[in-house]
């Protein structure tokens, strides 16, 4: 990292000795400014070093979205630590087993159910006599360590490359964020797109806003009240947002919007259409990459419409589809998608747990697709998700774009269960939030839009949003809970 940026903690104090008075966060009513959380940020470095944390320690945050997990977060870096972000809804099962994978030296939260590390509430400030003077410049060996693969079983944490300079102005230009903006920031901050959109966020000067637990009201009200310009979401809040906009458009005004990005998570064409219409092509932008970022896509809304389902050319690293037997496949063939950095280009993070699938200095997250001739990539679906029926692979998120177009339809899940005489058949699981769907009307939907053997068998209506406010499923534990009850 070059050593003109300035670390974390020194931006920081940079950016509230510019302008004080100048909001940085707001959530749930309540705005703190710049100079707010300087003061309180530099307080809450001091508590958290008299409690042991250290230049280049971890420190896990399990905190809900909140100025509380801004303020902490801030005072971590000030320290030179790690920002460790979980999320305090995990399961005691798999918050210990991410725990055990490297020690920490401060729990913000939530208790370790171990008993082994040192907590404190979220909302822990430590004493008013401790000084907010600014405190000795320090660098974080990592800027943020994040987790993933809980919902394979596989735990891991993932340690991003560079240290605590980042490059956030850099970041800003190419995702189109202006220090002016006010972003919205709808998704967990335990999330990579939530993470590094607040990052971004606070060390370009911008005014976020958060939302402790996505809602569609008060998402669409958020925007038109702030007039928010800014935001990075996923396909799963833009499902849930339509049908509560289109219930009463006059009562909101989006018109300030300039940027939405989409990504961690495939995005129905019909739905992103729907956004399109709502802001224009040129508003509308999907990235595609994994949390480790080896290689990133980028698509306009504009280029969607001449290429529909793309995720974009690559425009950082390098990506290719790979057969099962390691050849390279031809345009519109699918295969393994496999990435990684530029030639003479450093890794851009470090594993701790299980690691990615490598072939030969590549890494594949598990995602399978295809090139088109013009060079633009499609995503079909994770390998570990794609299933065969009668001998033919279907991929499941190609059922549910179907399903997505019906507009009872809020959220929808398809996992493949076994079938004595097919191997396997789609199961769908679908959300409509009321109404007088039938599995004969969901059917035949798809029948209209799918071949014969893509078609649910089964059809479970669910009261419950089947994707969590990150847009990501747990597929295969909802599987395994399938076929358990239809075994029993």
Request: hydrophobic share 40%; proline share 7%.
């Amino acid at each position: 990292m070059s050593e003109a940026t300035p670390p974390i903690g020194t931006r920081m104090s940079q950016l509230a000795a510019e302008a004080p008075d100048r909001p940085v966060v707001s959530c749930d009513g309540r705005t703190i400014t710049r100079g707010e959380l300087e003061s309180t940020s530099n307080r809450l470095a001091r508590a958290y070093a008299e409690l042991g944390v250290k230049q280049g320690d971890y420190v896990t945050i399990a905190v809900p979205n909140s100025i509380e997990w801004v303020q902490a977060t801030v005072a971590v870096w000030k320290l030179g630590a790690i920002p460790q972000p979980l999320s305090p809804r995990l399961p005691d099962a798999e918050f210990e087993g991410l725990l055990d994978l490297t020690p920490r030296a401060l729990l913000v939260g939530r208790a370790d159910p171990r008993g082994l590390v040192p907590s404190v509430d979220a909302d822990f400030t430590g004493s008013l006599d401790l000084s907010d003077d600014p405190l000795p410049e320090a660098v974080s060996p990592v800027w943020k360590s994040m987790a993933s693969g809980g919902s394979t079983g596989r735990p891991k944490l993932i340690e991003a490359g560079g240290d605590g300079r980042y490059p956030a102005d850099l970041v800003a230009i190419g995702m189109g964020n202006e220090p002016t903006d006010t972003q919205l920031l709808p998704v967990p901050l335990s999330h990579n797109t939530g993470f590094t959109s607040a990052a971004i966020a606070l060390l370009t000067g911008q005014h976020l806003v958060l939302m402790r637990r996505f809602d569609p009201e008060q998402f669409l009200r958020l925007v038109t009240d702030y007039k928010v310009t800014y935001l990075a979401t996923v396909p799963t809040i833009m499902q849930r947002l339509l049908p509560v906009y289109h219930a009463n458009p006059d009562a909101y005004d989006l018109s300030s919007l300039r940027r939405l990005w989409h990504l961690a998570a495939p995005c129905p064409p019909n739905i992103k259409e729907a956004w399109i219409d709502l802001l224009g092509a040129d508003a509308v932008w999907e990235l595609y990459g994994g949390t480790e970022l080896q290689a990133l896509t980028f698509i306009s809304g504009s280029e969607w419409l001449t290429h529909r389902g793309s995720v974009g050319r690559v425009v950082s690293g390098q990506m290719k589809v790979l057969d099962d037997d390691g050849n390279e496949c031809s345009p519109g063939e699918i295969g393994e998608i496999y990435m990684r950095p530029n030639a003479g280009e450093r890794a851009t993070y470090r594993y701790i747990g299980s690691t990615a699938k490598s072939r030969d200095g590549w890494d594949s997250l598990g995602d399978l697709g295809w090139f088109d001739d013009e060079g633009y990539l499609y995503l079909a679906d994770r390998r570990v998700d794609m299933f065969t029926v009668g001998g033919r692979n279907v991929y499941p998120a190609e059922i549910e774009n179907a399903l997505a177009e019906h507009p009872a339809v809020l959220s929808c899940l398809v996992v493949g269960v076994p079938h004595e005489d097919l191997g396997q058949v789609p199961y769908a699981l679908v959300h409509t939030g009321g109404g007088a769907l039938t599995e004969e009307d969901v059917a035949a939907f798809v029948a209209q839009r799918l071949s014969d053997y893509k078609v649910p068998r089964t059809v479970e209506f669910v009261d419950t949003p089947l994707r969590d406010d990150a847009g990501k499923a747990r597929r295969t534990a909802v599987r395994d809970e399938v076929i358990a009850r239809l075994n029993a």
